[in-house]
């Protein structure tokens, strides 16, 4: 305690503003619990970007967290690129502080001698994304903490090609900001380097998603979508990209249109929780609608309804929609002619499909850690492949390449002109997905997420994870455990044979078993959330269309054993 104690009183020094330190002395005295959580340690760089609880301490988003940050940033662009005409481009989403904590963000670039670019007011991850090339800056910035509660904000940081950072930069970057003290930032701005920006940077980029998302699909006039923009910022973008593709049926649920930082009528602005798009989803009903998509704060990740075989409203998960628009990607490649050096991709934690899907075609198929940064740098590493689309479980797309991060607004095009193109053709988005399974194994998968806050949180997810490493399962719904893959060993080992692999991607906390059927379960800590994840994909042959209720019944059965095997509910 007393470690942590001295850290506090560092933040009773007349560089902090008199209310900090108000606070902290308030915390010294009434609060040991709070103190320590918020001073135990400093904020890290997690899955994407630095993400947080706002307030007072060094393990809280704050003007002192994020502008030593920026410090270590603006040091790390200067000695990479030279004083001489670095530019960063900066955007922010609509909650609270964000705003404010932009102007901080740019107002330290800028007091390092650093051109800035400031959207003027809220707009989406994708665009910053598209904006740090367009305006050829050395990097981005978004504050934003995605989809979290309303207490949290962050920042994500992207690089020269769009992307967010990734090794090398990353560890450089962080040793920067981690040889710093708060006293190094330096608030006082230099005004005249920056150039608040708006509609010429909006127009090229609903012109660029427009003309990557827009295959011209059939039936656009006979297609009524629901969007809900969940309070955030692709209110900014999809209306508008939408309109110019000619979709004429769009209603906005006017409730969750206006940004709103306390996300007032929904539990979670996260569309991974199917309550997000329950408004959205009634609307359809009333109206009958084809499709529902919502979009999470940042306008990343994209939730999707569609009507199922009951011609119900039925929320799709990630892997799903991934499978679906990557398919329609590849068949459009298809259609021009593959030149051989077209690759999809997806993370570890994702539906295997994808891979099932990449050997049909004869197309590479990659897979990352978990996190767009790292489909980013394959893009980044691999110049000379042709990336046609890949995404996520966790509700996220990216269409082709122009925008280095996954991108809501392009994927919600793209979801509406294969729903489109299918209905007019007389099949659906769902039935698509069906012949997709009967084409490639039916697949099914399910997210487990625990909650666990504060530093006990942190602890225990700790512990959780040790146990699921250290008393390993030899059989999962009476399917042998063939192969135990260590991301923090890279090794794979054949647990029936002894054979190892080595596994050729960066180290991570991640354990998978997969067993003789192919089940696989992960088991990884969120790299945004305190959370613990827990991801189970099963699959199966669906030999014709006309199973699919019953085998997707069965596949639901055998996730439920998994589940109580695991103790997992
Ligand atoms: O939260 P977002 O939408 O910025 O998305 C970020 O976090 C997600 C969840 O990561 P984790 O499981 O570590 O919490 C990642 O899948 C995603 O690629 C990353 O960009
Ligand atoms: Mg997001």
Redesign the pocket.
């Known amino acids: 305690m007393d470690a942590i104690l001295n850290t506090a009183k560092t933040w009773l020094t007349d560089f902090f503003d008199p209310e900090v330190k108000k606070e902290v002395l308030h915390l010294i005295d009434n609060d040991t619990d709070e103190l320590k959580d918020r001073f135990y340690k400093q904020m890290e760089f997690?899955?994407?970007g630095m993400r947080g609880v706002m307030g007072v301490g060094t393990n809280r988003i704050n003007k002192y967290t994020l502008g030593k940050s920026t410090q270590g940033l603006s040091n790390y662009l200067i000695k990479t690129y030279g004083q001489k005409d670095v530019k960063v481009v900066i955007a922010f989403d609509c909650r609270h502080n964000s705003d404010t904590l932009a102007r901080t963000v740019a107002e330290v670039f800028s007091a390092n001698g650093i051109k800035v670019f400031l959207f003027s007011d809220l707009r989406t991850?994708p665009e910053l994304s598209f904006a740090v090339k367009h305006l050829e800056c050395h990097a981005g910035i978004v504050l934003t903490a995605?989809?979290?509660p309303p207490e949290y904000n962050g920042y994500?940081v992207y690089w020269t090609d769009g992307g967010?950072i990734v090794p090398p930069q990353d560890g450089e970057i962080i040793s920067e900001i981690n040889s710093l003290s708060f006293e190094d930032i330096k608030f006082k701005a230099n005004d005249s380097l920056i150039e608040l920006i708006d509609k010429d940077v909006d127009e090229a980029f609903i012109e660029a998603s427009v003309a990557n998302g827009n295959f011209n699909a059939a039936g656009k006039d006979d297609f009524k979508i629901v969007f809900t923009s969940l309070h955030g910022t692709s209110i900014t973008a999809i209306p508008e990209v939408l309109k110019r593709a000619d979709y004429k049926n769009v209603t906005i649920i006017e409730e969750q249109a206006k940004p709103d930082g306390n996300f007032p009528t929904v539990k979670s602005p996260n569309p991974e929780e199917p309550e997000a798009l329950s408004m959205a989803v009634a609307k359809a009903e009333e109206i009958g609608a084809d499709m529902v998509v919502g979009t999470?704060p940042?306008s990343?990740?994209l939730g999707i309804a569609v009507r199922n075989l009951d011609g119900e409203m039925e929320i799709v998960n990630g892997n799903q929609a991934m499978i679906l628009m990557t398919k329609f990607l590849l068949e459009q490649q298809k259609q021009k002619g593959f030149k051989g050096n077209e690759f999809i991709a997806t993370?570890i934690v994702s539906t295997p499909m994808m891979e099932a899907m990449a050997k049909a075609y004869g197309v590479e198929f990659k897979t990352a850690l978990?996190?767009?940064?790292w489909i980013g740098k394959m893009i980044k590493d691999f110049p000379e492949s042709n990336f046609v689309g890949g995404g996520?479980e966790?509700f996220?797309y990216m269409v082709g390449d122009f925008v280095r991060?996954?991108d809501a607004v392009t994927s919600t095009l793209l979801a509406c002109e294969i729903a489109s193109e299918a209905k007019a053709k007389g099949s659906s988005f769902y039935k698509q997905l069906i012949d997709c399974y009967v084409d490639y194994g039916f697949y099914k998968e399910k997210l487990i997420s625990i909650t666990k806050k504060g530093m006990s949180g942190a602890e225990e997810i700790k512990q959780m994870l040790k146990d699921f490493k250290e008393n390993p399962v030899s059989s999962v719904a009476g399917s042998k455990v063939k192969w135990i893959e260590d991301y923090n060993t890279s090794i794979a080992k054949n647990v029936l044979t002894g054979e190892e692999k080595t596994i050729d991607i960066p180290k991570s906390n991640v354990l998978i078993y997969e067993t003789e059927d192919g089940t696989r379960i992960a088991a990884?800590p969120?790299?945004?959330?305190p959370?613990v994840?827990f991801y189970i994909s099963t699959n199966t042959k669906l030999e014709k269309a006309e199973d699919f209720k019953k085998v997707s019944k069965e596949l639901d059965d055998k996730i439920q054993i998994i589940l109580s095997e695991l103790n997992l509910g």
């Open positions: 997690g899955t994407g991850t995605s989809h979290n994500k967010q999470d940042d990343d990740r993370t978990t996190g767009f940064k996520e966790s996220g991060d996954k990884r969120s790299g945004t959330e959370k994840k």
